[in-house]
Every structure is written in C-alpha cells, then in structure tokens.
C-alpha cells in the first residue's frame, strides 16, 4: 500500500513537472511568436512606409494568443467554416498585426504582405473583409461590437456554438454606438459574446482620460450588464485564464476582457507617444527602431534583426535560430 | 384623361409589414429589428414570431450593426425606423455594411418627406434619397400605394442586395391593379400628347394625378410617370418615355439638392435627351404646421403649385 502511494506520488510529480515545463515551453513559443509577428508587421509598414505599428504593438501578445494558442477554432484552409469562431478586428487600424497573424496562420501566401498598400496589393491601411481569414471591413470605429450582437445572436438562433470574439481599441469606446450595442448584448444575454479592450490608453492626440475619459472602465461594463475582468494585455499566461473559461460560459452574461496594454509596446522610443499612431518609421528612424525591436529578443545577443527581403518572403522565417549561433 | 382610383383603408406599411409576415411565417431566416417603432401590423409579427422579431430600443446605429451580424450569418434582415432615423441617423453604418460589405439589409423607414406632418422639423425627411443614393450597391423603393408596397414587399424578400424602401405613413389610394409586374423599375401611368410630363415619386404622385385631373384642357393635360425604384433607375426606359416629350416637371416632397429632380436631370443629360425641365421640391427648408397639404402649399408643391407650372 506503501509503496502504491509512493508511485503514484511519484507519478504525479513527473507529471506536474512535464506539464510545467509543456506551459513554459507553450509559452516561450508564444513569446517568440509575438516577437516575430511585431517584426514582420514593422518591416512590413516600414517597407508601405505606413500602417498603424502602435496600434498593432499593443494587441500582439492577445492576436497571437488568440490564433497561435489555439483560443479560436478556426480552418485557414476554410476560412468561412460554419462552425469557426468569429473573430472581429473593431479597431481596424490594427489591420497590420492581424494581416500578418494570418499569414502565419496560413490564411494567405506570406508574399501578400509584400504588396500592403501598394497598386497591385491585397489590403490597405485599414481592415478589408475580402482577405482571407478577416470577417468584417473596419476601420471606421464604434462598428464591430454591434455587429458582435448580431453574429453571437445568429448563433443562439441557428443552435451553433461557435464563438464571437471583438477586439475593441480603448479610444473607440468613445464612440456611443459601442455603448448602444453593449447595453444591447446584455439584454441579449449574449454569453457566447467575448469582447476584449486593448486598453493601451491613447486616442490619436493624447490619453482617453484627457480627451473623453473611459476609467472606471470595468464599472462602466458591469453596470451595463457585463462581466468585466481585467488583464494585462500582454501576459500570455494572464490572457489564457482570462478566457479559459470562454466555451463553457452559460449564465447569460456577456464577457469583456479589459486588457492593459502599452501602446507601441517592444519600441521604448515609440511607446506611449501619441503622436506616433498611424506612422511607420521613415528613413532616418528605422535603424534605431529595428534596433530596439531586436532588443527584445532573447536571441539577438545585440545583434539587430535583419529586414527580410521582398523577392523570397514565402520563405521568410525569423532569423533568430541565426542569432544563436 | 381621369386616372382610375380605388378606395383603400390601409396604410402602405400594414400592408407591406402584413406581405413580411407571411413571408416569415414559411422562412425563419426573416427577422425584423426595430428601434422602439412598432406598427398595427407589427404587433401580430411580434405576438406570433417572437423569435423572429428583436426591438433594439432607441439605438439606430445597433439596429444597424445588428441586422449586419445577422445578415452575414444567414438571416434575411428587415430594419425599421422612422425615415430620418432609419437613415441619416445611422448614415455611415449603412455605408459600411450595405455599400462596402454588400450586406443585404432591407432598411424601412416610414413616413418620408412631410409623412410626418405635425411633428415637425425632426421627423420630417426631406433628403433621404439624396443621401442614400451615393450608397453603392443599394437599392432604393418609393411605392406610391399598397399594391407597389406589397410588389417590393416580395422583391425585396427575394433580392440578395441590400435595399431602403421608403413607405409612405398615410392612406394613400389605390393606383396599381393586382397583378402589376413591379420589376420594371417605373410607370407611366398616363400618356398625354400634350407635351407635358409630371415625373414623381412616393406620395407625390398621388398630387401629380390631382393637378392632372384638374386641367381641363386637352391640349395641356399632362403624361405622369411614377418613380417607384429610384435605384437603380430603369434609365434607359425612362430615356425612351422622355423622348415623347417636350417639357418635363419633376415633382418632390424633398430638398431639391440631389433628389428626384436632380436624378431625372442627370438622365436627361446623361442621355442627351432634347427635353425642358422644370423642377419642383424644396429650395430651402421650411415647414408649417396645420398638415402635411398645408407644408405642401407653403413649399410650392401642392395641386395648385402644379398647375400653375403646368400652365406656365
């Protein structure tokens, strides 16, 4: 009996052990990803010589938790699969981090993103419905969380447990129509709707607070019917309890995640200055911002990350197993 | 020449609100968000298909959004509101998920132009078509009676394209016999030698038939077209029609800065047709009270407004 429980204590030790080391292991992966992604998506703008790059940084970490945790149930191979998770990018502007998401999730050739805002290109600045893998056309604010209340509704009427997930920008919630569709989705009860704040603090010319201000943000939704729960938007570990429990909620209640963010978040120059939303680095900023984007890789030893080239991008990987050796 | 016209109890919209309920009785993709509006025939729509039926309050910008959720997930949505509401309110909404997403949302707005008389100023809509017409991919309906209404009532049911159909909230008479194909786009509901040809729209061409009826002259009585597709207009019929004639009155319950008189205009010279016009709306808004004839008379374009320029 003894020697039973000893084994299976011993069991159980190996496997916490395994299981904590598959976590940390899931979440370096994850960490790398994300600094792959934000390297993708600046020298994707830096290339188009514009995009959205703050506005991108600050959702990364929840983007890539999202496709690359495998929270959304998706098909890139079929991207209108009836029984995907919907996924609706309201701040638009963000399209630069969602388009190279989908990339690399293959939704799309990774080449696309060499024609981002050009003639013969596939996407602009702002969200198109037409590219693989993106729902809705955004890019005019206060227009995904209202259209949320129609597709998780869809769902309740067609029997479908597919989820509706909308990434919200903080400075959006200024529009009043978010706050029409809010109170909507709780009277609703619309529980299989899960909005998320990229609460990074800033509208084009200053802070929310400064402007229109959005704090207590978390009273605000839970007077309106919502259960709020606050994050750090760019914790892997934070983001996934956040929403571990998003497929089984079934009490009624709409779910907001407010995530705080950093606006620009892997470019210390960049971040929270408010006057850079909507830029990409021009010529005599670039070399100082690659710089400091390759400071947050744990494998850059000091060495910058090199731009990829236009002619050979479907093959293009991160070239940190380069900065190893 | 007299124009036929029969009696008629029932607002277009009962009629054409009665046409989607059966519709939705055989199909549970129709649904129908409103915004706090209700109508006679609302009330058996909610009672029987309580599914089927979502008031989102007083929130035009949600009802929009909504219905494109919806739209997109399979649902056949009819939105309801009163016309400026419906419309100019949630403006850019329509823009974006009927115009660039090609959602198709059938929007309803009730009671255009002075429909709603005494209100006043906030609920009269007096440029609703020419803000909706620069919408791309929409379609826009103006029935001037039950019959139309309940013809585009089943079109639009039908149709995969996104729509504003504009119901007029007063018993109007009866001009169209059942059985009318609707998918010509117009009607030229009285021919005339005479050189003269009245185009309208909605209930306005209920006055053109009045000012016709009362010209005694034959050589002056007028031919009268009906508009009841705004968009896309059937330009190369009309083209056809205003060939006919020398001298054409458009004639609207509208701000004349792109609305009925200006769509006919740009046909006009769209097609290099040898033709006068002379247009009769609103120059400027104005309004009174004491009922919607009374508005007419004040914005020249009542029965008698009409004759004058038909004698001119």
């Known amino acids: ?325 | 020449m007299g124009l036929p016209k029969m009696n008629n109890n029932v607002a277009m919209r009962n009629i054409f609100w009665d046409r989607i309920y059966e519709h939705a009785r055989q199909d549970k993709n129709v649904m129908l968000v409103c915004a706090d509006m209700g109508a006679p025939a609302l009330d058996k729509f909610r009672r029987d298909m309580p599914d089927q039926y979502i008031n989102v309050g007083i929130a035009e910008h949600s009802m929009v959004a909504l219905a494109a959720g919806l739209t997109r997930e399979g649902k056949n949505v009819y939105t309801y509101a009163i016309a400026p509401f419906a419309t100019s309110r949630c403006h850019e909404f329509i823009k974006l998920n009927c115009g660039l997403m090609k959602l198709p949302i059938k929007i309803v707005g009730i009671g255009p132009g002075f429909g709603y008389e005494d209100s006043g100023p906030t609920h009269h809509t007096t440029e609703d078509i020419s803000i909706m017409r620069p919408i791309p991919n929409l379609e826009i309906y103006s029935p001037c009676d039950s019959v139309c209404a309940t013809a585009i009532a089943d079109l639009t049911y039908k149709s995969g394209k996104p729509a504003y159909i504009r119901l007029d909230r007063q018993i109007l008479p009866i001009i169209y016999k059942e059985g009318t194909d609707f998918t010509k786009g117009f009607e030229e509901l009285k021919k005339s030698n005479g050189g003269t040809l009245i185009v309208s729209t909605g209930n306005m061409v209920h006055v053109a038939i009045e000012a016709a009826n009362k010209i005694t002259s034959e050589d002056l009585s007028p031919g009268i077209v009906d508009i009841y597709r705004i968009k896309p207009l059937n330009s190369e019929a009309l083209t056809d029609v205003l060939f006919n004639y020398n001298r054409v009155i458009t004639l609207e319950e509208h701000m004349l800065d792109g609305g009925l008189g200006s769509l006919i205009a740009e046909t006009i010279m769209d097609n290099d047709i040898p033709v006068i016009q002379r247009r009769m709306g609103l120059r400027d808004y104005i309004y009174a009270y004491g009922g919607r004839k009374n508005i007419q008379k004040a914005c020249g374009i009542d029965v008698d407004s009409v004759i004058k320029v038909i004698e001119q």
């Open chain 1, 1 to 325: 009996m003894y020697l039973y429980f000893l084994s299976y204590k011993c069991l159980n030790r190996v496997w916490t052990v395994l299981y904590t080391e598959m976590e940390a292991e899931k979440l370096r992966y994850l960490e790398d990803k994300a600094h792959e992604l934000r390297h993708l998506t600046l020298d994707m703008c830096i290339r188009a010589k514009t995009g959205h790059v703050t506005s991108s940084f600050s959702a990364v970490e929840i983007l890539t938790a999202l496709y690359n945790g495998k929270i959304l149930r998706k098909d890139p191979k079929n991207p209108r699969w009836e029984d995907r998770d919907r996924f609706i990018l309201s701040k638009g502007q963000a399209s630069p981090i969602l388009y190279t998401t989908l990339t690399d999730n293959g939704y799309f050739p990774k080449s696309w993103l060499r024609t981002f805002n050009t003639a013969n290109g596939h996407f602009g600045v702002h969200l198109q419905c037409d590219v693989p893998g993106v729902e809705y056309t955004t890019g005019s604010l206060g227009h995904g969380l209202g259209i949320g209340n129609g597709v998780a509704l869809a769902a309740k009427k067609n029997s479908r447990d597919y989820k509706t997930f909308v990434l919200l920008g903080d400075a959006e919630l200024q529009e009043g129509s978010c706050w029409e569709a809010a109170m909507l989705s709780s009277t609703l009860k619309l529980d299989n709707l899960i909005a998320i704040v990229d609460r990074n603090g800033y509208g084009v010319l200053c802070r929310t607070e400064e402007s229109a201000a959005l704090n207590p943000l978390d009273k605000k939704f839970a007077a309106y019917g919502w259960e709020p729960r606050v994050i750090n938007g760019h914790s892997f570990e934070e983001i996934f309890k956040s929403l571990e429990d998003a497929r089984t909620r079934n009490k009624g209640v709409p779910l907001v995640v407010i995530a705080n963010t950093i606006k620009g978040k892997g470019l210390p120059s960049w971040q929270n200055v408010a006057l850079r939303h909507g830029t990409a680095p021009t010529n005599g900023e670039v070399d100082q911002i690659i710089d400091e984007l390759s400071a947050g890789c744990r494998y850059s030893n000091g060495k910058k990350c090199p731009l990829y080239g236009f002619d050979d991008l479907d093959k293009w990987k991160c070239p940190r197993w380069d900065c190893q050796k």
